[in-house]
């Protein structure tokens, strides 16, 4: 069994897109996904590298991702690396696809300067909980995470 984990293209935005609805599918929010192949290509070769992305394959099959991009911690005083997306397909959890994909974000992460790796997990998925905390992830439950999208990003956008 081989385990390779290489960065992905653009040609790969068809792949990750059906990875992001798995996940989407497995948190129970699969009607939030609107993004394309089209926008998943844009991203992906963007100049400025908003989007990055890892993919997983076993035995030259395509079986997971991590897609990142790049923030700031004002407090380090440096860049940060930002996990949005991390998935393995269920029928391949196990192998240790997951771990190599993180493995593989850390080091990339402190080998250009990162002064972390942050990610967020659903408060009731345990299995992946228990995964991060096995690999010496620490949660932050002093940090409360918000967001405005869609029509609130819209209207507060717009208020006088």
Request: charged share 25%; proline share 2%.
């Amino acid at each position: 069994m081989s385990l390779n984990i290489r960065p992905a293209t653009i040609a790969d935005a068809e792949l990750i897109l059906g990875f992001i609805t798995e996940l989407a599918i497995y948190e129970k929010a699969e009607h939030e996904v609107i993004a394309s192949i089209d926008d998943i290509r844009h991203s992906l070769q963007d100049p400025l590298g908003y989007a990055r992305a890892l993919v997983a394959e076993l035995d030259g099959e395509a079986v997971g991702f991590a897609l990142y991009f790049l923030s700031y911690s004002t407090w380090l005083g440096r860049k940060g690396m930002y996990l949005e997306d991390l998935y393995v397909s269920s029928k391949h959890r196990g192998v240790g696809a997951g771990k190599a994909l993180l493995k593989r974000l850390a080091q990339i992460a402190h080998d250009s300067g990162c002064g972390r790796l942050e990610w967020s997990v659903l408060d009731w998925n345990e299995p992946a909980i228990q995964f991060y905390e096995s690999i010496g992830a620490a949660a932050q439950p002093e940090w409360i995470r918000y967001r405005l999208a869609g029509d609130s990003l819209k209207t507060f956008a717009q208020a006088d």
